[in-house]
């Protein structure tokens, strides 16, 4: 899908604050209000817009602690990627992980209320999931930049 100016400021809109009304997001974008949701609902059936959420502070909900893991994998045992996305689609811990190259064969971000709980997920579940090889973890100390959005990519990209 093409986007042009108005749908990115409607995007952008949004990103800001989920739960504009669409008078509201009208006014900011120049739009009638029936144009507006016309262009909205376009977004959202084209897939652009995946949904509404709420943002929860973790250190607010009792998370301690928040981790990047590398994972190996012994290719040798035999269904070893499976298992392992199987395996992560179980533990509410993972909050995103990634298939990457180099060294290791995943990137998890974990979050734990604590060092004990960390610990026990590592443990109990990461290190007995077949085919585990190595894990590498880097506790994060401090948050710099968070969840950056697709769209300041884009904007980026119009520079070039």
């Not at 093409?2 to 120049?30: H, K, M």
């Not at 301690?64 to 045992?77: G, K, T």
């Not at 734990?112 to 290190?127: C, E, G, M, P």
């Not at 590498?136 to 950056?148: A, E, F, G, P, T």
Request: charge should be negative; proline fraction near 2%; aromatic fraction near 6%.
């Amino acid at each position: 899908m093409n986007l042009d100016p108005t749908d990115l400021r409607i995007l952008t809109c949004l990103q800001e604050n989920g739960r504009i009304s669409n008078q509201d997001l009208a006014d900011r974008v120049a739009l009638s209000p029936s144009a507006c949701l016309r262009r909205v609902r376009l977004l959202e059936e084209a897939g652009v817009i995946g949904g509404y959420r709420a943002w929860f502070d973790a250190e607010r909900l009792g998370l301690e602690l928040e981790a990047i893991v590398q994972v190996s994998m012994r290719h040798d045992v035999e269904g070893w990627h499976d298992t392992f996305i199987e395996a992560v689609q179980s533990w509410p811990e993972v909050l995103s992980a990634y298939i990457i190259t180099g060294d290791s064969n995943y990137i998890l971000r974990v979050q734990a209320r604590n060092l004990k709980h960390y610990s026990d997920f590592i443990v109990n579940r990461l290190y007995r999931t077949k085919g585990v090889m190595d894990i590498r973890s880097n506790i994060v100390l401090q948050r710099i930049k968070v969840d950056s959005s697709p769209l300041a990519v884009l904007k980026a990209g119009e520079a070039d």
